[in-house]
Structure formats: C-alpha cells, structure tokens
C-alpha cells in the first residue's frame, strides 16, 4: 500500500460505487432521510431495486469509517483479553470494514477468515430469519475493498458460506456484528465452532437473547445493549463453551 492511501485510511476507506448499495443495506445509519422515507412509503422491494441508489449521503466512506472505528472502540477491550490471536473469524463482515481496522490496530500477524454470502435478498425485510435465508452482499466486492483497504491482503481469506467448504482451524477470536443470533440462530454455526475454535478462544457477537447464552457458554458479559435498532439487541462477550 502506498503512503497516500496510509494517510487517506486515517479517518476513511475507499469506497467504489459499487459497494454502496449492499452497504446501505448492512449499515442502516448510512441512509439519507430522503431514502428512509421512500423504504417507508414504496416498500421494502421497490426500495431494494432501484431507490436505494437516490439521493445517497455525502462522504458516505468518512461515515462508514465514523461507524466501524465506534464499533471498534466499543469492543476493543474485550479483544484485548484475547490470550492467542492467530486466528480470526469475522462471521457476516460485510464489506469487512471493522476487520480492516482491526488489522491494522489489533491483528496485524493474524491470518482472518470471514464468512458471508454472495447474494442480495430481493426484499430486505431485517428479521430474525431462523431459515436463514436472507443476505446482502457481494463476496467480490468485500475482496476488492479488501484490497484497495487493508495493510496486508493476503492474510484474508474469505468464504462463500453457501459454497465453500469452511476451514478446520481453531479460531481464537469470533466476532460477528449484527449477523450471528441478530439476524439468524447461533445454531447455525453452533457445531461447526466449538469443533473449530481454541480453548481460550472469545466471542463477540449481537443477540437477541443474551440470557439464552449462560446455557452455551461459561462466561457471557454484555459489551452493551441497544433498544434503538430493528430488534433490541445486546453486544455480548462469551468465553468457553459448556
Ligand atoms: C447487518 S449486516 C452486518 C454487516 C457487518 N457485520 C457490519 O457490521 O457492517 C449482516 C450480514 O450478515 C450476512 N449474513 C447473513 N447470513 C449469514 C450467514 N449464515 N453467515 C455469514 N453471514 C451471513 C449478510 O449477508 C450481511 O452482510
């Protein structure tokens, strides 16, 4: 990477247009008035389709980067307690804007592995889907913005959930951000991580039943709890599987 992108990545990413419409889609605080009044008044698929490309807001990479950086510090601390960090797994990253920070701040010796699908649903309606059917992101882009934003790319490795086959590696940090238990059951990678994760390993992720994972793990404190989003939900940090 060259010095003019180490001074551009300070306080922002690089963003192609391409990018913004998942984004809009993973990140809500990203969308303009204008464009919540037309999800609100058109509909949810109509909205998908075509309005989310209108009226866009300013300087939507500084924003992007002002959300991630916050969700950073938010959970900073807890990473810190992390006693091996060789191995990441960011689950639903997106277009992987916190793991990019958190490589350049935490993990820069880690290898990352992320996990997201490749489609966009046709109407995103943001429930807790148990059949896990919705999505919206674009494997392709997540690498290229990858590419164009992290100190070292070729410690990512990201895969299709819906075709790769996942690694066997014991993973010592897991944090997913409005994916795992927000938007579909633990359940759905229950096994597959306490096969693939050290002893030691933490997780961070948001849920909608905070109380549920006392069953699942020894350890489980709330980072924080927010009312505000589509479903309240708390940001928790657990420790050894039960
Ligand atoms: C609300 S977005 C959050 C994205 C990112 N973590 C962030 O905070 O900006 C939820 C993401 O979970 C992804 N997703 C849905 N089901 C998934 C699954 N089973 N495994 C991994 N990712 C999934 C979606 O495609 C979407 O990108």
């Known amino acids: 990477m060259n010095k003019k992108n180490q001074i551009f990545l300070k306080n922002s990413f690089i963003l192609s ?26 509909g949810r698929f109509i909205f998908t389709k075509l309005f989310i490309f209108f009226f866009v807001k300013k300087n939507i990479n500084k924003l992007y980067y002002k959300i991630i950086y916050k969700e ?24 992987g804007g916190l793991e990019v920070i958190l490589q350049k701040k935490i993990f ?6 992320l996990f997201e699908r490749n489609f966009t649903s046709h109407k995103v309606v943001y429930g ?30 990201l895969f299709n959930i819906d075709q790769d086959k996942l690694p066997s590696v014991k993973f010592d940090v897991v944090v997913s951000i409005l994916s795992l238990d927000y938007h579909y059951p633990f359940e759905v990678y ?24 006392k069953k699942i ?18 940001r928790v940090y657990c420790k050894f599987f039960l």
């Open 108 to 113: 820069n010796k880690s290898n990352f592995y």
């Open 17 to 42: 247009k391409k990018d913004i419409k998942n984004l809009l889609l993973q990140r809500n605080e990203l969308l303009s008035s204008l464009q919540k009044f037309f999800r609100k008044n058109l």
């Open 217 to 234: 793990f020894k350890i489980v404190k709330i980072i924080s709890i927010d009312n505000k989003k589509i479903h309240p939900s708390s």
């Open 128 to 157: 807790y889907d148990k059949s896990n059917k919705e999505a919206y992101n674009n494997i392709k882009a997540t690498n290229l913005f990858i590419e164009k934003n992290s100190i070292d790319k070729n410690k990512f490795k």
């Open 72 to 95: 950073f510090l938010l959970i900073k601390p807890f990473l810190k307690k992390a006693k091996r960090k060789k191995n990441f797994l960011g689950i639903g990253c997106g277009l």
């Open 190 to 213: 229950y096994k597959y991580l306490k096969k693939n994760s050290s002893n030691s390993a933490i997780f961070i992720f948001d849920t909608i039943r905070p109380e549920y994972f």
